[in-house]
């Protein structure tokens, strides 16, 4: 499966139904997860690194002054 992170970011990014916060909160739990696999020594999913570069990617689209891809 071919996951293009700039086209993903970018639909994400435009989204206005999709808040500041839910970003954030998508983040957070990612965030967490990789932490409590990695503490756990479980083997990290490719998706879940999928999934935390385009989020981090379409904060920094939408807010390029405030966050850093």
Do not use: C, G
């Amino acid at each position: 499966m071919k996951i293009d992170v700039v086209q993903m970011s970018s639909r994400l990014a435009s989204d206005r139904t999709i808040s500041d916060y839910d970003f954030w909160r998508a983040l957070k739990t990612i965030n967490n997860e990789l932490y409590r696999l990695e503490r756990h020594s479980i083997p990290i999913p490719m998706k879940m690194i999928y999934a935390r570069a385009i989020i981090k990617s379409a904060r920094s689209l939408r807010h390029p002054d405030l966050y850093s891809a």
